[in-house]
């Protein structure tokens, strides 16, 4: 679900630097935030405060959806060892190896509990 939307709808738009809109353009936080808050979850506009939020998963138990975290960058995982993330004012809202940089957290969220 978030993550086909993510995949659909996100990838090619600009970041923005303290961006949080999935039509405009975001930065990796503003985008995961926005994101979720689509889907009934509220997060705050911190990778490094994302990054200690929800439930923390292994890799080996990573799902479509869980958002990848980096130091001080975030990204949600799409599958095949793949996340959309806001990547660079150059690149923009894109899809990269899970791996570009060594994640910090695999965090996970209870969509079921949302309204």
Known sequence: ??????TEYC?????VWGGTSLSHGA???GLVMSLYKKYGIDLPH?????SKMGEE??????RDG???????????YVGDNL?????????????????YREPI?????DFSSVE
């Open 1 to 6: 679900m978030i993550e086909i939307f993510a």
């Open 57 to 62: 998963v292994n890799l080996a138990d990573i």
């Open 11 to 15: 990838v090619e738009k600009p970041f």
């Open 27 to 29: 930065d990796s936080s």
């Open 83 to 99: 996340i959309v993330h806001a990547s660079t004012p150059k690149s923009g809202v894109v899809i990269s190896d899970m791996f």
């Open 105 to 109: 957290t695999i965090r996970r969220f």
């Open 66 to 76: 869980d958002i990848v975290c980096y130091d001080t960058h975030v990204g949600i």
């Open 46 to 50: 911190s990778s490094i405060s994302i």
